[in-house]
T-cell receptor
């Protein structure tokens, strides 16, 4: 079984709709991250969480919100989706130190029409 | 100037040759450096991490770090077609206390059989 899972894997939605992307991990890591990847722009950090009570904005948090429901679960919401939020979204986890590896989920391909 | 900069490529290398990938970063106090490999449509996976000046070898891969010149490189010896992927450089900018990685946009590597 995969250590970091994301649901859904693919989603097509319409402008203005609310959508939630979910991430679960069985690695027991405290830290979780949401990134988006766009061609030519690389991976950009949306939000990150160091534990259940700690949520931090990344470099591109506008238009997104997150919820850390438990150590193992970190959800990303788009309150009112817009076409420029079409991207590949990755969840990642790490143990708890900046020198530690980040482990990525398989990604969610989101298309906003 | 981008905080983490990579040549986007594509970089084409004959099978069996050495592939050399380069990355420069903007902040002199950065402490942690990572190379991730990403196959098309897949999630990034860690290839190498390096924290001290000099070379670090792992099988066919060698990471090189020069903090004075603010660059980190990845050498792939005896390149194989399976090495064809996009390679992402990631840097923990501004050292410990800054708990996030900043990714470059990646270099697309193609190994020619």
């Amino acid at each position: 079984d995969a250590d970091v899972t994301q649901t859904p894997r693919n989603r097509i939605t319409k402008t203005g709709k609310r959508i939630m992307l979910e991430c679960s991990q069985t690695k027991g890591h405290d830290r979780m991250y949401w990134y988006r990847q766009d061609p030519g722009l690389g991976l950009r950090l949306i939000y990150y969480s160091f534990d259940v009570k700690d949520i931090n904005k990344g470099e591109i948090s506008d238009g997104y919100s997150v919820s850390r429901q438990a150590q193992a679960k970190f959800s990303l919401s788009l309150e009112s989706a817009i076409p420029n939020q079409t991207a590949l979204y990755f969840c990642a986890t790490s143990v708890g130190h900046t020198t530690d590896t980040q482990y990525f989920g398989p990604g969610t391909r989101l298309t906003v029409l | 100037q981008k905080e983490v900069e990579q040549n986007s490529g594509p970089l084409s290398v004959p099978e069996g040759a050495i592939a050399s990938l380069n990355c420069t970063y903007s902040d002199r106090v950065s402490q942690s450096f990572f190379w991730y490999r990403q196959y098309s449509g897949k999630s990034p996976e860690l290839i190498m991490s390096i924290y001290s000046n000099g070379d670090k070898e792992d099988g066919r891969f060698t990471a090189q770090l020069n903090k004075a010149s603010q660059y980190v490189s990845l050498l792939i010896r005896d390149s194989q077609p399976s090495d064809s992927a996009t390679y992402l450089c990631a840097v923990n900018l501004r050292g410990f206390g800054n708990e996030k990685l900043t990714f470059g946009t990646g270099t697309r590597l193609t190994i020619i059989p």
